[in-house]
């Protein structure tokens, strides 16, 4: 047995300690959706059974709304209204505080019934997480960015969360069980952290800490000066295990998935066995297909990992949680110069949402037989 296949073995036992019908569910499924299929009507190559459509366009507004959709749509996720509804959050990458999220409301059958803005004024908001309790964080990727707390309802405003460190922010995943909150950071020399609040619930106050690494051993070191000034909170910790280039960051059943574009590697880091696994690395996969590793999602029917491509072939890609598998679910034609950002399933499982950011920004959902 080679490293790679212990690593992954390793992985899949981790898995099954934190929940058996993932990795039974996970071994089960070894086939794809088949070929896409040419490119519909909205430019998008698609399995069959599977359409799309576009719900929103740059500088365009919503259909049925007044609200005019932003520029470089980024991050989103999805929330569950009352009556069998949705709201799909989308992060806005401006810069020069021109960011901010937008969000579009749908109700049961699928129909938008409202767009609006829950908050603005920020800078470059790239991805972020959704929080137990219904709330959308979203990530400032700037050297003193912040991470912003967000109602999706648009009721309440939005609250900065200075706790949660001032850095090149990234994404951010919730482990439900303990309320600790995992964060990723967008530097070639970036760490990968975990904020670990005072009251499980309220993100106002608590410890950050960064992974360490130590003889092969990965620890937790706390960061003393959360607000990276004078000193940036990845240089404060001499045994930091660095990462190269923190993307997207999703939780399920007892492991933080997360990825790193520098290497276009997708890891895992089982919480409760404290080993992280390298799930897929483009130089050792093989079916190497997946470049520019960015956003990522799990969808909510199967274990899959569903990664969005920063380039590419403007691809979101599908990868098993064992990393011996990788396919392509849907890629984006006609855009070039642009970058596949924000997936997010509907709570069923049966629609998919996600962006091309640039040339305009366009954001999309799929429907079909999501298995």
């Known amino acids: 047995m080679n490293r790679r296949n212990f690593l992954q073995t390793t992985f899949g036992i981790g898995v099954a300690t934190a929940s058996g019908t993932i990795l039974t569910a996970c071994q089960a499924i070894t086939a794809d959706y088949g070929p896409l299929l040419a490119a519909d009507a909205n ?111 648009g009721a309440t405003s939005a609250v900065a969360r200075p706790a949660m460190g001032r850095f090149n922010h990234e994404a951010a995943a919730e482990d439900p069980a303990t309320g600790i909150f995992y964060l990723t950071e967008d530097s070639s020399t970036g760490g990968f952290y975990r904020f670990v609040p005072t009251t499980p619930g309220d993100l106002s106050a608590g410890t950050l800490q960064v992974m360490t690494e130590v003889s092969l051993t990965l620890g ?69 297909i997946l470049t520019g590793v960015d956003n990522v999602t799990i969808s909510p029917k199967t274990p899959h990992v569903f990664v969005a491509e920063d380039g590419g072939n403007m691809e979101v890609v599908a990868v098993d949680l064992t990393g011996q598998t990788a396919y392509p679910f849907v890629r984006i034609t006609g855009r070039s110069g642009s970058e596949v950002t924000g997936p997010a399933f509907t709570p069923d499982g049966s629609r998919m949402y996600f962006s091309s950011q640039r040339t305009p920004g366009e954001t999309f959902e799929v429907t079909g037989p999501f298995k």
């Not at 996720?77 to 749908?106: D, H, K, M, Q």
């Not at 959704?130 to 960015?145: A, Q």
């Not at 059943?253 to 897929?280: C, E, H, P, Q």
């Open 220 to 288: 937790w070191a706390t960061i003393a000066d959360p607000d990276g000034s004078p000193t940036a909170t990845r240089s404060q910790v001499a045994t930091m295990k660095q990462f190269n280039g923190g993307e997207g960051c999703w939780y399920r059943a007892g492991v933080v998935v997360f990825t790193t574009k520098g290497d276009n590697r997708v890891w895992g880091y089982n919480i409760a066995a404290n080993t992280l696994t390298i799930m897929y690395d483009d130089n050792t996969s093989p079916t190497p």
């Open 43 to 153: 430019g998008l190559m698609l399995p069959t059974g599977f359409t799309s459509r576009i719900v929103a366009t740059t500088g365009v507004a919503v259909a049925g709304t007044s609200h005019v959709w932003h520029g470089a749509p980024d991050g989103g996720a999805v929330f569950p209204t009352g009556g069998g509804g949705w709201i799909y959050t989308s992060n806005s990458e401006l810069s020069s505080s021109a960011g901010g999220v937008g969000a579009i409301e749908f109700n049961s059958a699928g129909t938008i019934i409202a767009a609006r803005t829950i908050l603005s004024g920020t800078t470059r908001n790239c991805a972020g997480g959704t929080t137990s309790w219904g709330t959308w964080l979203s990530c400032e990727e700037t050297s003193t960015g912040q991470v912003w707390e967000c109602d999706p309802t």
